[in-house]
């Protein structure tokens, strides 16, 4: 059984950063995509950056470029996302998700397996 937990999420000031883990088990976690999404109140939940199986291909929505970085960990199955230059605007849970690899691991792409997210929230 596929799971995924996030860590690492908190408060802080507009300019800080912060960087979350999602820890993965139950699958073979290097022969899938990893991604982070991202959900604020009362608006729809939208990607920010994924990642290939072996982490050569990265993608990221234009809101983060430049300020995140997604990368992966495949001895420790484990995802991370580096945040930095944190804005009000990316406050919001953040959730770490896995999908097979098809050629391709765009964030428009249907993904299967969700972890329970965690909050991060960034004040001015």
């Known amino acids: 059984q596929v799971q995924l937990v996030e860590s690492g999420g908190g408060s802080v000031q507009a300019g800080g950063s912060l960087r979350l883990s999602c820890a993965a088990s139950?699958?073979?976690?290097?022969?899938?995509?990893m991604g982070w999404f991202r959900q604020a109140p009362g608006k729809e939940r939208e990607g920010v950056a994924a990642?290939?199986?072996?982490?050569?291909?990265?993608y990221y929505a234009d809101s983060v470029k430049g300020r995140f970085t997604i990368s992966r960990d495949n001895a420790k199955n484990t995802l991370y996302l580096q945040m930095n230059s944190l804005k009000p605007e990316d406050t919001a849970m953040y959730y770490c998700?896995?999908?097979?690899?098809?050629?391709?691991?765009?964030?428009?792409?249907?993904?299967?397996?969700w972890g329970q997210g965690t909050q991060v929230t960034v004040s001015s």
């Open positions: 998700a896995a999908r097979n690899y098809y050629g391709t691991c765009r964030l428009s792409s249907q993904w299967q397996h």
């Open positions: 139950g699958y073979t976690y290097s022969n899938y995509c």
């Open positions: 990642i290939s199986p072996g982490g050569s291909s990265r």
